[in-house]
C-alpha cells in the first residue's frame, strides 16, 4: 500500500479498523464534560482570541497536555503558534440612512442591519451610495455563471442574496441542488463584490439558506472582526460589508418599485442581469477602531514510532464569541460549550488516550485553533506555515459541535467531502456498532464553515466530524427538534452552555471511533486520498513525489 494514491486502494482494501481496547481506561464522558465545563464557564469569558478569555483557554490547555504526557508541537519549542491577527472593531452605534422613491428610512445596526469593515481604514463613510442587486453574486465560469455581466460597481453597494441559486429552484441547475458550494458562502460573496470593485456589499438574511436566524447574524455581526495582516486589504475588502433582515429589504425594494420575491425568482437563472434599485441611495458614516493583535493556536505532538515526518491531525477550535449584549436572564457570556468546548475537550481526552498507549509510526499531532468563528484564520495560518509537511500530513480529522443529548445510533460528518475519510469513518462506526450518516443538511454548507476546510484547500484529506442525528432515545425526529432548538436558539448565543441535562455518553462512543479512526491511520502506511472529482485531488496530487519511498 505504500505510494498508493488511487481511491481505489482504499474503498476495496480499506483500512485496517478494529474496535480495540482504549489505552488509558478508554474515552470518559465525565471527563469531556469536565472539560466543557471548565472552558464555557464564567472564568473564560467567552474565549474570544486576544482577551484575557484567550489565556486562559491557551494556559489551561497546556497544563493539560504537560499533565498527560504530551510533548510540545508549536513553534520555538514551545506549545503555541503565534497567530498574527487584525482585529477590527466598529465604535458606538452607527446607523444608515437609506433614501428611496422621495422617502427616507433608518436601519440600526443589529436590528435592521449589521454595518462592519475589514477595509484598512478608521473611518468610513459613504455618502449618497446608489444600491444595485447582483442575484446572488455568483462568477463560475466553469458553470456558465455569471450574475454581473460586466455592471460596474464603483462607488455603489451590492445587495446579493445568501447560498447558491439551485437552493429554492425545484430541480437542481447549475449548482448543487440543494448542497451549498462554496459560492453559496457569504465568505465568498463578500471576496468577489471586493474583487468586482463595490464600494460595499450588503446580503439579505434569510434563515432557510442561511442556516442560521438573524439572532446568530446580530451576535457575530456585532462583534469585533478579524482577518490576517493584508498587503492588498483595500482590494480584498470593501469599505462597507453586512446583512440585511429580509423584511427591510422586502421593503427597499417595494419602495424602488420593485418585487423582491420576483427578482430573487429571476436571479435563479443564468441569463439574470444586475438590476438598479430605482434612486436608492444608502449613506452611512462610522468609526472602526484597527489594531494588530497576537493569537495563538496550541499544539501538542506525540512523535511517531518509525516514520515521525508522516503526521496525523486530530483538531478542533477553541474560540467562541466572548461577551454580547445580555440575554433575558442578564448572561452576556457567549460560552460556546457545543461550539466548540466540545470539540476541544474531544482533542484533550484523545491526547490522553494516545499519551497512554503504544506511539503510533506515524507522528499524531492535536490542535486547539484560534479564531475560526472570524473565518477559519487559525487553521488557515497553519496551512500556510505547517509545522509539519502537509505533503506528509496523511489526515486531518477535524471535530465540531458533539451532541450533549446523549447517545445516538449514528456519527456525521459535515458536508459532502469526496474523500476516502467518510468510508473510512463509516467503517469505524461500523466496528463499534453504529451507522455512518452523510451530512442531512448539505444546504447550510457546513463542509466550507469549519477548520478542516482550509487543509482541503492544500490539499490535505480532511474531515469533520460530528454527532449523528438518529437518537438511542426518540430517533431522527427527536435528533432534528433537538439540533433545529439549538440553531435557533442557542447557536452564538448565551445558551450554549452547561446545563443541568448535559449528557456525554454519546460524546464519549463517537470519540472512541475517531480514536480507532485515526490510530489505524497513524499506525498505517495507506496515504487517505480526494476522489477523482473533488476540487481538490488536483492540489494533493501535485505532492504526490513527496510520499514515495
Not at 186 to 212: D, F, S
Not at 244 to 255: E, P, T
Request: some cysteine.
Amino acid at each position: 500500500m505504500r505510494g498508493c494514491l488511487a481511491v481505489s486502494c482504499l474503498l476495496v482494501l480499506g483500512l485496517p479498523v478494529a474496535a480495540q481496547e482504549v489505552p488509558g481506561g478508554g474515552i470518559g464522558a465525565e471527563a469531556l464534560s469536565r472539560h466543557v465545563a471548565e472552558l464555557s464557564s464564567d472564568a473564560y469569558a467567552g474565549r474570544a482570541p486576544a482577551t484575557d478569555g484567550e489565556r486562559r483557554t491557551v494556559d489551561y490547555l497546556v497544563a493539560q497536555f504537560k499533565r498527560d504526557g504530551l510533548q510540545p508541537g508549536g513553534e520555538r519549542g514551545g506549545w503555541t503558534q503565534d497567530v498574527t491577527l487584525v482585529r477590527a472593531e466598529v465604535q458606538g452605534q452607527p446607523v444608515a440612512t437609506v433614501r428611496v422613491g422621495g422617502q427616507a428610512s433608518t436601519w440600526r445596526n443589529g436590528e435592521d442591519v449589521t454595518l462592519q469593515s475589514l477595509y484598512p481604514a478608521t473611518h468610513i463613510a459613504l455618502q449618497d451610495a446608489p444600491l444595485v442587486f447582483v442575484g446572488y453574486g455568483v462568477n463560475a465560469p466553469e458553470r456558465h455563471w455569471d450574475d454581473y455581466k460586466g455592471v460596474d460597481l464603483a462607488g455603489k453597494v451590492a445587495v446579493v442574496l445568501i447560498n447558491d441559486p439551485d437552493f429554492e429552484t425545484p430541480q437542481p441547475g447549475a449548482f448543487d441542488g440543494k448542497g451549498m458550494t462554496y459560492y453559496g458562502r457569504w465568505t465568498y460573496k463578500y471576496e468577489e463584490l471586493a474583487r468586482k470593485g463595490a464600494a460595499g456589499v450588503l446580503i439579505v438574511h434569510e434563515t432557510a439558506p442561511a442556516a442560521y436566524g438573524w439572532a446568530t447574524v446580530k451576535s457575530s455581526g456585532t462583534s469585533p472582526l478579524f482577518d490576517i495582516p493584508r498587503d492588498n486589504a483595500a482590494q480584498y475588502h470593501t469599505r462597507l460589508r453586512g446583512w440585511l433582515q429580509r423584511d427591510a429589504a422586502v421593503a427597499l425594494f417595494k419602495h424602488a418599485g420593485l418585487d423582491f420575491e420576483a427578482l430573487k425568482a429571476k436571479a435563479q437563472r443564468a441569463d439574470f442581469k444586475p438590476v438598479e434599485l430605482g434612486d436608492a441611495r444608502l449613506s452611512t458614516v462610522f468609526e472602526v477602531k484597527r489594531e494588530q493583535v497576537t493569537s495563538h493556536n496550541v499544539i501538542a505532538k506525540l512523535p511517531g514510532a518509525q516514520r515521525p515526518s508522516e503526521s496525523v491531525i486530530y483538531s478542533a477550535h477553541w474560540d467562541a464569541y466572548g461577551i454580547g449584549a445580555p440575554d433575558e436572564a442578564g448572561d452576556a457570556v457567549r460560552h460556546g460549550a457545543v461550539d466548540n468546548a466540545t470539540g476541544v475537550a474531544a482533542v484533550l481526552e484523545l491526547a490522553r488516550v494516545f499519551a497512554a498507549g503504544p506511539r503510533p509510526a506515524r507522528t499524531t499531532l492535536f490542535m486547539a485553533l484560534t479564531a475560526e468563528e472570524k473565518g477559519l484564520l487559525g487553521a488557515t495560518y497553519y496551512a500556510a506555515h505547517p509545522l509539519m509537511p502537509l505533503a506528509r500530513t496523511a489526515a486531518v480529522i477535524n471535530i465540531e459541535m458533539l451532541s450533549p443529548d446523549g447517545p445516538t445510533r449514528d456519527i456525521a460528518s459535515w458536508g459532502r467531502g469526496r474523500v476516502s475519510l467518510e468510508h473510512d469513518l463509516a467503517m469505524a462506526a461500523k466496528a463499534r456498532g453504529k451507522a455512518y450518516s452523510p451530512d442531512p443538511n448539505l444546504e447550510a454548507g457546513f463542509f466550507y464553515r469549519a477548520d478542516h476546510f482550509a487543509f482541503a484547500q492544500k490539499g490535505v484529506p480532511a474531515i469533520t466530524v460530528g454527532a449523528g442525528l438518529d437518537r438511542v432515545d426518540g430517533g431522527v425526529a427527536k435528533g432534528k427538534a433537538l439540533r433545529d432548538a439549538y440553531f435557533a436558539r442557542c447557536y452564538h448565543q448565551p445558551c450554549d452552555k452547561v446545563t443541568a441535562r448535559w449528557d456525554a455518553s454519546g460524546q464519549a462512543q463517537d470519540v472512541t471511533i475517531l480514536y480507532d479512526l485515526g490510530r489505524d491511520i497513524a499506525n498505517g502506511d495507506a496515504w487517505p486520498v480526494w476522489q477523482a472529482d473533488s476540487e481538490f485531488s488536483g492540489a494533493r496530487a501535485a505532492s504526490a513525489d513527496a510520499r514515495t519511498d
